[in-house]
């Protein structure tokens, strides 16, 4: 294993020592198996590839200042890809399966866990897709389950400093009735002109609008969205967003926090009334938000330069959750041994 720059990651691949795979053949599946290969032979017909039968997961492994590791909701992963799975028609890895899959990974790579000190974590991604050939528009019959790790930094790389997104109005990530709210490919290959643009002209993400009226907001590219105005911590209620699971704990810890929490539709005029905002999820944690710029209007929203109070608070929880320096009250983490 070659030295890595543990506090310089960004969020990017490196090859780990071992990745897990699973096979669904014959309506059931197989044993876990351990590959040091990063690479798998398919059939050419198989529906990955036609038709987009795929859907991933990511979760994070942190090693905390006592040395131990901890695996954060996984059990949550495991529901959310049985969701995807139901949602285009795939086999269903049981939950059994997915978290033995996940602990088994990050025991066989624990030199990959990056040190308390560096901030940085290991990031899991498990992996489903259809492996059976079709030519009509149907379900494999085959399956494969993978799941390999990498030590990462920060997803925006500002990390916990502030960063901007934008508003543009001609593009949808999911439709209001599709596939917004699981977690498919298709979903990040729909966004990805949009990304795409937004960091070309200095933005780490784009803020999607409601695709149905352009009147509400939906989430941040990869990340949901949050903001706290006075004492309520608000979370956009909609269809066709992704329910994160780092929202769902920042929603918990914000209630723990004496806040009101609010799961609602958010007009965009109301981005002018709050008092800080912010993009959660596992790959982007908190990321507070500078500024925000409605591109179709002319019109820029500004938060501060530095990191909200709030904010700020529900960050430290988190992390110190994640990292062991507090009590994990909900029972989120798993020690791997
Ligand atoms: N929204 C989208 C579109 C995502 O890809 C992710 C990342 O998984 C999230 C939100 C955040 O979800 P979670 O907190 O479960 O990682
Ligand atoms: C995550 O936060 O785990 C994600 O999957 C977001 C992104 C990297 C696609």
Redesign the pocket.
């Known amino acids: 294993m070659e030295t890595i720059d543990w506090k310089n990651l960004g969020?990017g691949y490196s090859k780990a020592d071992f990745n897990i795979r699973c096979y669904y053949r014959n309506g059931q599946w197989g044993e876990l198996e351990v590959s040091d290969s990063e690479n798998v032979t398919l059939h050419i017909g198989a529906t990955v590839f036609h038709y987009g039968q795929e859907a991933?997961?990511?979760?994070k492994a942190f090693r905390g200042k006592d040395g131990k590791i901890r695996v954060f909701r996984m059990d949550e992963n495991a529901k959310r890809m049985q969701q995807s799975s139901r949602g285009i028609l795939m086999a269903e890895v049981p939950t059994e399966l997915f978290t033995g899959a996940v602990k088994k990974v990050v025991q066989l790579n624990k030199s990959y866990v990056p040190p308390f000190e560096s901030g940085a974590s290991l990031?899991i991604r498990p992996v489903l897709f259809g492996t059976g050939p079709q030519i009509g528009v149907k379900p494999a019959d085959e399956y494969l389950f993978t799941v390999m790790v990498m030590p990462v930094g920060p997803?925006f790389k500002e990390g916990f400093k502030p960063t901007d997104l934008v508003i543009y109005r001609e593009y949808d990530r999911a439709a209001p009735l599709g596939t917004g709210k699981i977690?498919v490919g298709g979903n990040?290959a729909a966004s990805m002109v949009a990304g795409e643009r937004a960091h070309h002209e200095g933005f780490s993400a784009v803020l999607y609008l409601d695709a149905r009226e352009k009147k509400y907001l939906d989430e941040c590219g990869?990340?949901n969205f949050f903001a706290i105005k006075g004492d309520t911590y608000v979370t956009p209620k909609s269809e066709s967003i992704l329910p994160s699971i780092t929202n769902m704990s920042l929603r918990q810890l914000a209630a723990d926090m004496g806040l009101k929490v609010e799961e609602r539709r958010i007009p965009v005029e109301e981005l002018a009334e709050f008092d800080e905002v912010g993009a959660c999820?596992?790959?982007?944690v908190i990321s507070p938000i500078k500024r925000i710029y409605d591109a179709d209007n002319h019109h820029e929203y500004f938060y501060g330069t530095e990191p909200g109070k709030i904010s700020s608070q529900l960050y430290e929880k988190l992390r110190g959750i994640q990292y062991g320096l507090e009590p994990d009250p909900h029972n989120w983490t798993t020690e791997i041994e």
Do not use: I, S, W
């Open positions: 969020f991933f997961e990511g979760l990031y997803y977690k990040y990869p990340a999820g596992t790959a982007a």
